[in-house]
């Protein structure tokens, strides 16, 4: 009696998780939305590419570049590639590991400057 | 309590030892990411070659940083003059609008895909293509250009040698990604058109492209701003 209701039980269990799986049906969301975030994904370029030929410098130029660019990639992501989506699992096995790649570009930029330092003394000496 | 509509469950093998347990102990019923497997391996994969990527644009910026010598301006380097008129950077966005349009039409041809529209599928997949062969042909127009103007990864006339180095090995890299792109869209394009996905009752696979194709587009999202813009 007692293995039968622990049958039953793995068989419930089944149920459930075949019904989380949303696997035939897949990612399907109404056309607008991709239209939507193409349209704004033109305006971003435009708008980035605009920067430039205004020769826009300093601060402004900085920020403006990276804003777009983070726009662009977030919802590149986020809708194209479907991750908005995606169950949290997934998203951190994805997302997270590349933060640990700013680590990186801050200790590169730290040994740049420090290179270049190194070489004008070098050069002044 | 009748358990005549129950059915018999399997015997609790015992755990196998071996290359056999390894296999099993990873698929033995842990599933942890609820999605298609192809679709968690290609994330995984393009987590990886975000790594790859990241470490190209992380050593342009240490050389860019550390380098004594002016940087050529990459908006007078491609520049392009277009019936008399000097355009700064102009080839650059032109490319950049192709990428974003070839994503559009990939996120229209998923979206058609599970909607069964074999046709549309398979037609808005070789319109992407398409786009992403005008993007290397553009690619390997300015690669001519820098390559006649006497740009070299040692060497260029206008500034720090680092430039040709960087500039060819992260937009090669790309371009890499983007013709094998256009090859593997080609391919599952192919197989939509001949009803593979109807048969097989899953149009995944439509998906798991589409998000290689994404990728690409979302990498040069990095590279128009780190390496044309700055």
Redesign the interface.
């Known amino acids: 009696?007692a293995t039968?209701v622990g049958?039953?039980e793995?068989?419930t269990g089944h149920t459930q998780a075949t019904a989380?799986?949303p696997?035939?049906?897949?990612?399907?969301?109404p056309?607008a939305i991709?239209?939507w975030?193409?349209a704004l994904?033109?305006v971003f370029?435009t708008f980035?590419?605009l920067?430039?030929?205004f020769h826009l410098h300093g601060l402004l130029?900085w920020s403006l570049?990276?804003t777009?660019?983070l726009l662009?990639?977030g919802f590149?992501?986020a809708?194209?590639?479907?991750m908005a989506w995606?169950?949290l699992?997934?998203k951190f096995?994805?997302l997270v590991?590349?933060l640990v790649?700013l680590i990186?570009?801050l200790l590169?930029?730290i040994?740049?400057?420090y290179?270049?330092l190194t070489?004008?003394t070098a050069?002044l000496r | 309590m009748s358990e005549s509509n129950v059915t018999p469950a399997e015997e609790p093998a015992a755990a196998p030892s071996g290359l056999t347990g390894v296999v099993s102990d990873w698929s033995g019923d842990k599933e942890a990411f609820h999605v298609p497997w192809g679709k968690a391996m290609m994330w995984i994969f393009l987590l990886s070659d975000t790594f790859i990527f990241t470490c190209f644009l992380t050593s342009y910026m240490n050389v860019r940083i550390s380098t004594t010598v002016p940087w050529p301006n990459p908006s007078e380097v491609f520049a392009l003059n277009i019936g008399g008129q000097h355009i700064p950077l102009i080839l650059i966005a032109i490319m950049t609008m192709v990428l974003i349009t070839s994503s559009g039409t990939m996120a229209m041809a998923v979206n058609y895909g599970y909607r069964r529209h074999r046709a549309y599928t398979a037609a808005l997949m070789l319109i992407t293509a398409g786009f992403g062969a005008t993007f290397v042909g553009m690619q390997a127009f300015e690669w001519t250009k820098l390559i006649t103007e006497g740009v070299r990864p040692w060497a260029n006339p206008w500034g720090a040698p680092q430039f040709g180095s960087c500039f060819f090995m992260i937009t090669g890299f790309h371009g890499l990604h983007v013709s094998a792109g256009v090859i593997y869209l080609s391919v599952v394009a192919r197989r939509v058109w001949r009803g593979f996905y109807d048969q097989k009752g899953s149009y995944e696979t439509v998906e798991i492209t589409g998000l290689y194709w994404h990728f690409v587009d979302l990498v040069w999202v990095f590279i128009f701003a780190f390496f044309y813009l700055w």
Do not use: C, N
Request: proline share 3%; glycine share 4%; hydrophobic share 55%.
């Open positions: 009696m039968t049958h039953m793995t068989a989380a799986h696997k035939a049906e897949g990612q399907q969301h056309i991709y239209l975030i193409w994904l033109f370029s980035s590419y920067i430039d030929y130029r570049i990276i777009f660019m662009k990639a590149i992501v809708i194209f590639m479907h995606e169950r699992a997934l096995a994805i590991p590349p790649l990186l570009i590169m930029a040994e740049g400057d290179t270049f070489r004008l050069f």
